[in-house]
């Protein structure tokens, strides 16, 4: 009994390994959050272009500058708390052409709609999923993939599926440019205020992982609040020091504690040896 126990735990250890989801095989997709709707800004020069919201960012990315998944493929992944990868959660796919062709899901199944309205279902766009990534298949080596993906608090990380110029544009009242309420990995190279949001700016980056924390506009209100408080209570305590310092000095004086006898200053030997 205990070896065919044994027996099926290396089984489902194995289906892990390999990569699969679940015991039956790899997992796509949820069909209806593939084909919510979102707006994207595609026009833009970025190699990659995210937008912050309240609950969720959607990203832009320049497919033709991809470092992660196989020819034909881009993969998209996160990281948990044991800092294990993990798929990442995609809603509101959509691919573009050159030529401004969109392919997206509706209903649950992919569709080409061009330029005219037109629209046909095709099978170029595709989701998988392993343990440890979204694999999308790609329509084309040229164009942009743009999707939705759920976040939460002041923070996100993006786990970069392409290299070169990245702009982020964070929720309107949001900044991240005090270092003690905020931080950027790597730090960015510009920052430009553009309808009321802050966009943060990196003409180059190459690594991994681009982290972004960013504050409210009242938190530095409230912070710089905190800080004159602070500033106030400091020069408080200086002065009742200064003037603890003086009264006491004052009640030694009073009490004659100070008085200079001037044995230091007598001159010659000490008496009995003149």
């Given amino acids: 009994m205990n070896r065919r126990l044994l027996a099926a735990l290396a089984l489902v250890a194995l289906l892990g390994l390999s990569g699969c989801t679940t015991i039956l095989g790899s997992d796509v997709g949820d069909p209806e959050a593939l084909s919510a709707d979102a707006e994207y800004q595609y026009e833009t020069d970025r190699d990659a272009f995210i937008t912050v919201n309240r609950e969720n960012y959607t990203a832009v990315y320049n497919v033709s500058a991809k470092v992660t998944g196989d020819n034909g493929t881009i993969a998209f992944y996160r990281t948990n708390a044991l800092t294990i ?29 061009r330029e005219d309205g037109t629209q046909e279902p095709t099978d170029a766009l595709s989701v998988d999923t392993t343990r440890e990534r979204t694999i999308v298949a790609l329509p084309a080596e040229e164009g942009q993939i743009a999707f939705t993906t759920p976040k939460s608090g ?71 609040g905190l800080a004159v408080v ?8 200086i002065v009742y020091y200064y003037r603890s310092i003086r009264m006491a000095e004052k009640r030694r004086d009073e009490a004659g504690l100070d008085v200079d006898t001037g044995d230091d200053d007598r001159e010659g030997p000490p008496p009995g040896m003149r």
């Fill in 85 to 113: 990868e993990n798929p990442l959660e995609v809603e509101a796919l959509q691919f573009r052409y050159t030529n401004g062709t969109i392919v997206r899901y509706v209903d649950g199944e992919a569709v080409m709609i």
């Fill in 154 to 224: 002041k923070e996100i990380a993006v786990y970069t599926p392409v290299h070169g110029s990245y702009e982020v544009a964070l929720p309107p009242g949001r900044d991240a440019s005090v270092p003690i309420l905020s931080r950027t990995r790597p730090s960015n190279d510009d920052r430009v205020v553009v309808d009321d949001r802050v966009h943060l700016q990196w003409d180059n980056v190459e690594t991994s992982v681009l982290s972004i924390r960013w504050y409210l506009d009242r938190d530095l209100w409230l912070f710089g």
């Fill in 230 to 237: 602070g500033a106030i209570l400091g020069v408080v305590g």
